[in-house]
């Protein structure tokens, strides 16, 4: 065995030998090198979130949902030409016959118009048995819905982080007496509270004209208080929570050691990593937040007539529910498809985005 | 703590009966002190390394926090370059003490590149005058641990064990500190590596004048790169001495058999030193045993040991022992 190789030269195996056949343990070639140096293109983690989420063909088709309902809210009031509180016209005159009509159905004196060359926009549901078009009234109820979810679960977003970051980051006896109070709240029936506020709100508050407020009464304001009341003490349970776990992390500590203060070691440190969590939790809100609301206005504590809620229109669709189906049909399916929509998409973005769930 | 006490102006820093007690309930009501750190005293010179060893849970770590007053100390002096360092002036001291931490995975921010990690400190002091201008000093900061430019948009997860605990290094040395205390900076890492990032340390040392506190419970890394090594049992300093003095000649029973736990790399020395094996278990912190905390697992154990905790005396050239035992 005098023979010398050359480093880059491999011997010839002998096919008998049980030596590993080195002819595969080539040396690898610049090209092959410079493979190894290129690292994947850097993705931050909302890009990375995003990612997953569009993945997701339930949440991809709950926002598709959503943003057609959000379309059809904004669009036909404007396009249908029929008011939410007012009995159908025709000519300037009241249609005393169009009442508890079926969808695309014309009463007599409709026909009448249609035949003598006017034009009618069709009832897309029908009528309800005060001959107001079902089909705005469903879009207005949506929107009343689709709003009180919305700013009820801003309401509990804003109080609770505030409450849950201030009582998790500072710990010791904040903490605990702060999460005392929470638990007093915790334990107050809501829907008693819900009851009592809206008859004593009735006494206090009384609002004329033509406002927002006054068009939605005082059971609306009232189920707001109380969301801003009672219902963000989940949400400042659960950012109490993170912030504790995440308080603990070495990051944390290196932020102080570099003598950032408090506010900044929240805004820049904590509040970014349990964001995710927080959304999620807030977009999961609204539907239950609808849910309360539909539920209030069912039992007649909702908002004030004639402005409509889809939980006051399924409720007074119950009086004919047998000769008038569709009536309960249209706002009960509404009514499913936004919470449907919202809890699909909330497990969407808690699957792309909560960081226990990655890896 | 005691007002009275003069620093000494040779050192950087120094301890003076550090004692940091942490409240832990005990039954329904009481509340019993844990006694992580108990009577601690060291001084660092500017420019040296002393190195804290110990078993984990004996206080290393607590010790290095309250240093840097990331802890509220129960009791006892710090000062830096001769300054007490208190709530009050600890603000104007977070510049010149830094500190690298343990788990490279949890120490860095995962929302954040490493641009804005390592210019967190040059935000927080606002050490700069233009975004140009913190990002050359970011920029030079990542060359000097060895880092590629091009890695300063990327984020923590993208990088392998040693290279995020370079960036925690490079964060730590944004604010051109006098001082870092290290905590147990390259337990987490795997041998290789771990020579690294301590050849690292070596050479910033070198190039910065940094001092260093280094916590590990590695004795061989923390002889390599000490100037002076303290071991520390039970929230107690057992023993200091130089670096090479302390290997070569430990006098505390538990220096001694941390020294024989240490594994050789040549296997025949290996197989004619002797270990000592330690009786028993740690003692409870919460339950601490009268006197010398070391006697219930001490060979030497006298009467004399349970009843008076022995004082840190010199033994000549520096080399301080808290035993009983001549």
Not at chain 1, 56 to 82: G, K
Not at chain 1, 200 to 219: H, S, W
Not at chain 2, 96 to 103: A, H
Not at chain 2, 288 to 304: D, H, V
């Amino acid at each position: 065995m005098d023979k010398t190789y050359d480093i880059d030269q491999m011997p010839k195996k002998n096919p008998l030998s049980m030596q590993i056949d080195l002819s595969k343990f080539e040396k690898a070639t610049d090209e092959e090198k410079k493979q190894a140096d290129v690292m994947s293109e850097s993705t931050s983690f909302f890009k990375d979130g995003m990612r997953k989420l569009r993945k997701n063909p339930l949440a991809m088709f709950s926002i598709v949902v959503l943003v057609l309902i959000i379309l059809m809210i904004t669009i036909v009031p404007v396009v249908v030409p029929y008011s939410y509180s007012d009995i159908i016209t025709i000519n300037g005159k009241r249609d005393k016959s169009a009442t508890n009509m079926a969808p695309f159905q014309y009463s007599k004196l409709e026909q009448q118009y249609i035949d003598e060359g006017g034009k009618v926009f069709p009832h897309i549901m029908g009528t309800d048995e005060l001959g107001r078009d079902y089909f705005v009234r469903v879009a207005y109820g949506t929107r009343i819905s689709l709003l009180v979810g919305v700013f009820a679960s801003v309401i509990v977003l804003i109080i609770g982080v505030l409450y849950g970051s201030i009582a998790g980051y500072f710990g010791g006896k904040v903490d605990l007496i702060m999460m005392r109070i929470v638990d007093v709240i915790y334990s107050l029936p809501d829907l008693l509270m819900i009851i009592l506020l809206s008859v004593v709100l009735n006494e206090v508050l009384k609002f004329d004209g033509q406002g927002i407020l006054a068009r939605l009464g005082t059971n609306m304001i009232s189920l707001f208080i109380v969301f801003g009341l009672l219902y963000w003490v989940g949400m400042a349970r659960l950012v109490r929570g993170q912030i504790l776990t995440i308080k603990q992390n070495e990051y944390v500590l290196a932020a102080q050691v570099s003598g950032a203060k408090s506010s900044r070691i929240i805004r820049r440190h904590i509040l970014p990593n349990c964001i995710s969590v927080i959304i999620i939790s807030a977009a999961l809100q609204i539907p239950s937040a609808i849910f309360t609301e539909s539920f209030l206005s069912f039992i007649s504590l909702g908002v004030k007539a004639p402005m409509p809620s889809l939980g006051s229109l399924a409720s007074a669709a119950r009086s004919g529910i047998t000769t008038y189906t569709y009536k309960l049909i249209f706002p009960a399916l509404m009514i499913g498809l936004i919470t449907l929509a919202f809890n699909l998409l909330g497990d969407g973005l808690r699957d792309a985005f909560d960081p226990k769930l990655r890896r | 703590m005691d007002m009275n006490y003069k620093p000494n102006p040779e050192y950087l820093v120094e301890v003076n009966n550090l004692k940091m007690y942490f409240p832990v309930k005990t039954g329904f009501f009481g509340t019993t002190p844990l006694k992580a750190a108990d009577g601690v005293s060291f001084a660092i010179r500017p420019g040296e390394t002393l190195g804290l060893v110990g078993e984990s849970g004996c206080g290393k770590t607590t010790v290095g926090r309250a240093l840097i007053r990331l802890y509220k100390p129960t009791d006892g002096d710090i000062f830096f370059e001769g300054k007490r360092v208190d709530d009050k002036s600890i603000g104007g001291l977070r510049k010149d003490m830094q500190m690298v931490f343990q788990d490279p995975y949890s120490s860095l921010n995962p929302r954040m590149t490493v641009e804005d990690i390592i210019g967190e400190p040059l935000d927080v002091h606002k050490m700069y005058t233009s975004r140009a201008d913190r990002r050359d000093q970011i920029l030079s900061l990542m060359e000097m641990v060895g880092l590629n430019a091009e890695h300063a948009t990327r984020y923590a997860h993208e990088f392998s064990g040693g290279q995020r605990q370079r960036i925690g290094i490079a964060r730590a040395l944004a604010t051109k500190p006098k001082f870092i205390v290290c905590d147990e900076a390259v337990s987490a890492l795997d041998v290789s590596i771990q020579a690294q990032v301590i050849n690292m340390f070596e050479d910033l040392q070198r190039q910065l004048g940094v001092a260093y506190l280094f916590i590990a419970h590695d004795l061989l890394v923390v002889h390599h790169i000490s100037h002076r090594i303290a071991v520390m049992y039970l929230g107690k300093l057992v023993e200091t001495a130089d670096s090479d003095e302390l290997n070569a000649n430990p006098v505390h029973p538990y220096t001694q058999s941390l020294l024989s736990a240490v594994p050789l790399p040549d296997p025949r020395t290996a197989k004619s030193s002797k270990r000592i094996i330690l009786e028993g278990d740690v003692p409870s912190p919460l339950k601490m045993p009268s006197g010398c905390p070391f006697r219930t697992r001490c060979r030497f154990a006298t009467e004399q040991c349970a009843k008076e905790m022995p004082q840190l005396t010199d033994r000549g050239n520096g080399h301080m022992v808290a035993c009983w035992n001549k």
